[in-house]
């Protein structure tokens, strides 16, 4: 392998091309691969396909540095590392699909037949665990002809981001992942990565069957611990007086506990959670062991929705033709993607129930169209949406959405702010969710 690898990655979606730009924007020389001719058209001409922060400067900044192709042989000859960052999409029984990855695998294979020099190649697709080698090794050495550990090195590298914020995570990690299937291979990933991050990262190097273990059992528990937040709120709700997020402050204080992801609001949803949190129970099913625990947080998960619907039914339920000011319909904050949004899933409902709504998201509106229609008013920012309406209701904790002041209000509007995201002594009517008060 030379000092400064080439590298090439493998699907240039939400993470891939954000994988590509991170690399490019460090000196690494990337091609970039995808079958989707628009996409390559688009990223060799520096713009961005994909719409995550602080992506489309990046790509600006790394024109000429990353070049993107549908030719694999091109991609492989003139690389040294390969990441596939393809789909991998969810099955019924919640565990992940592999069509896309073996498809990549292949053509990965059938370049490397001639490939004279070591080429690693990097699965960062979540997959369930025993894909790398059951998989992975399994058709690269098939298709190739050649050894795994000799000819070419194979890792499993997945990456804990968050979209909206993917570049910083991307560049920051808590942990870098390895799962290598020989030390060789794990040491060019971490001197790839040491050249990469902004931070100094923890190594956790492993077998790549503990790493994919590693990667569904990460986000489980995260999700686990949502949910206990949000049970924690429900309980505080009912009892005067008491304050979900004094609670989970403290709790999160103690270093057993930590202060990420225990805050009560909606619960969670996007395009990684959910599935991941079902396939840890689908990776237990199919070795015989049960996942009560992970069946019940995506229960109880869901069944928030419903609560708040009804939350928010109780709280306009004396007025006549109600008008609602919503706010919020992406997943969570900085990102357009609405996949499996509890916002968006109470929005959808009130208005199916026949509420009036204004809606309003600093980038989800258009998506959230597709969903809503014209069953609702869209407003252009916080403001306009909130004016003249009985109810308003913060339902995703976008920063902006605390610019107003009360004078910006209808007079004896009411709030439901979901995420503690106001200033409780400015605002009168105000329900903060989690806060227990006299019935
Ligand atoms: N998006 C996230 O927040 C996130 C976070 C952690 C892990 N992941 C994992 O990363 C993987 C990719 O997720 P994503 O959100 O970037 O997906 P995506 O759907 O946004 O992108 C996948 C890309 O792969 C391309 N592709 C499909 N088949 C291909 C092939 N044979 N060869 C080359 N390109 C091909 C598609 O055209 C697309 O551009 C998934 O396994 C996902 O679970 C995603």
Redo the contacts with the bound molecule.
């Keep these: 392998m030379p000092k400064k690898v080439s590298i090439s990655v ?9 994988t590509a730009a991170c690399f490019a924007s460090k000196g690494f020389s990337v091609i970039g ?4 001719i628009d ?1 390559i058209d688009s990223v060799n001409k520096g713009i961005s ?2 719409q995550e922060t602080g992506l489309a400067e990046l790509l600006m900044r790394a024109k000429g540095k990353i070049k993107a192709t ?1 030719d ?1 042989n091109y991609a492989i000859a003139n690389s040294d590392v390969s990441f ?5 999409p969810s099955l019924a029984d919640g565990s ?1 699909s592999n069509e ?2 073996e ?2 695998l292949h ?1 990965i294979a059938e370049s490397l037949r001639t490939k004279k020099s070591y080429h690693l190649v990097v699965i ?4 369930m665990p025993q894909t790398t080698d059951k998989v992975g090794k399994f058709i690269l050495e098939k298709v190739s002809g050649k050894k795994c550990g000799k000819d070419f090195g194979l890792a499993y590298n ?6 909206g914020s ?1 570049l910083h995570d991307f560049l920051n990690p808590d942990l870098v992942l390895i799962g290598e299937a020989n030390i060789k291979d794990g040491n060019i990933l971490e001197g790839i990565y040491k050249n990469t991050c902004e931070n100094k990262p923890y190594f956790a190097r492993m077998s790549p069957v503990n790493a994919e273990i590693t ?1 569904i059992s990460l986000n489980c528990y995260v999700t686990t611990k949502i949910t206990f937040a949000n049970s924690l709120s429900a309980i505080c709700e009912k009892i005067p007086e008491a304050d979900a997020r004094v609670v989970a402050n403290a709790l999160g204080m103690d270093s057993r506990i930590g202060r990420k992801y225990i805050n009560p609001g909606l619960g969670y949803g ?3 959670f959910p ?2 949190n079902k396939a840890f129970a689908a990776c237990a099913h199919l070795v015989e062991v049960q996942a009560k625990l992970a069946e019940m947080v995506d229960q109880v998960n869901n069944e928030q929705v419903m609560q708040l619907v009804g939350k928010i039914k109780s709280l306009v339920s004396r007025l006549k033709d109600p008008v609602i000011a919503f706010l919020g319909l992406s997943y969570k904050p900085n990102t357009p993607i609405i996949e499996d949004s509890q916002a968006l899933s109470i929005a959808k409902i009130l208005v199916h129930e026949g509420y009036s709504l204004k809606v309003y998201d600093p980038q989800a509106q258009d998506n959230a169209k597709g969903v809503l229609g014209d069953f609702v008013k869209y407003s252009k920012n916080t403001k306009d949406c909130i004016k003249n309406a009985d109810l308003i209701i913060l339902a995703v904790p976008w920063r902006e959405f605390n610019n107003f002041n009360p004078g910006d209000t209808k007079k004896n509007s009411l709030i439901l702010d979901c995420w503690g995201l106001l200033d409780m002594k400015k605002f009168k009517n105000i329900k903060l969710l989690g806060k227990g008060e006299e019935e």
């Design positions: 493998i699907g240039l979606g939400k993470l891939g091309l954000c691969v995808d079958v989707d996409k396909p994909v549908a694999y596939i960052v393809v789909a991998t992940f896309y990855l498809k990549a053509k960062t697709s979540t997959v997945p990456e804990f981001i968050a979209l993917v990667k996007g395009p990684c599935r991941d």
